[in-house]
């Protein structure tokens, strides 16, 4: 059974640091592109970053673009994301999520349930 | 930037047909995905390349694409069914991911 768990969310202060990360298990994930997806409250979703299966591409949102690294880890089963500089406009629930195997396909086939990041002074 | 536009709301009473549609300029070249969310729970995908079905995904559920709009159809419409529904694409180069604006399912 595909599993994404995340971890590390919580309350940071505007222009702090604060590390997510992804424990995957099920599937074979050195396979697999892999992509954080957020949602303010009561927002909808919004795309932040997605990174390739052998870390070749690494794709970022306008919005975090050089405040956010994505990475992962695949001998550990694990994607991260290093968010800097956090932004009040950064409080979300940050969803880990699968990417989906096909050409020319970007699509999210599993996801896990969300770490709250919640950016207040 | 790229976006796609759905519409916020759609209600229709239980048995009947709900048609959410999600229109972006780039559709007629890259494939949309449909996704349902609950209240306090993630987003599962529901249709994928604009008209397949995951398996577990039931048959009432389906997807159409016309010209740049690409529609999601519940037939049959259950209660179970009330949910937030996101369209969600690329631009043309797949490097940069987008998604609609969402649209609350109301089941009268």
């Known amino acids: 059974e595909v599993q994404l768990v995340e971890s590390g969310g919580g309350l940071v202060k505007p222009g702090g640091s604060l590390r997510l990360s992804c424990a995957a298990s099920?599937?074979?994930?050195?396979?697999?592109?892999m992509t954080w997806v957020r949602q303010a409250p009561g927002k909808g979703l919004e795309w932040v970053s997605s990174i390739s299966s052998s870390n070749a591409f690494i794709f970022y949102a306008n919005s975090v673009k050089g405040r956010f690294t994505i990475s992962r880890d695949n001998a550990k089963n694990s994607l991260y994301l290093q968010m800097n500089s956090l932004r009040v406009e950064d409080t979300a629930v940050y969803y880990c999520?699968?990417?989906?195997?096909?050409?020319?396909?970007?699509?999210?086939?599993?996801w896990g349930q969300g770490s709250l990041v919640t950016v207040s002074s | 930037s790229y976006e796609l536009s759905q519409p916020p709301s759609v209600s229709v009473s239980p048995g009947q047909t709900a048609r959410i549609t999600c229109s972006g300029d780039a559709l007629p070249k890259v494939y949309a995905y449909f996704y349902q969310q609950k209240p306090g729970q993630a987003p599962m995908l529901i249709i994928y390349k604009d008209t397949e079905r995951p398996s577990g995904i039931p048959e009432r559920f389906s997807g159409s694409s016309s010209g740049t709009t690409v529609t999601l159809t519940i037939s049959g419409v259950q209660a179970e069914d009330e949910a937030d529904y996101y369209c969600q694409s690329t631009d043309t180069t797949n490097t940069h991911v987008v998604f609609g604006g969402g649209t609350k399912l109301t089941v009268l």
């Open positions: 999520a699968r990417e989906g195997i096909g050409v020319a396909e970007v699509y999210f086939d599993y």
């Open positions: 099920g599937f074979t994930f050195s396979s697999y592109s």
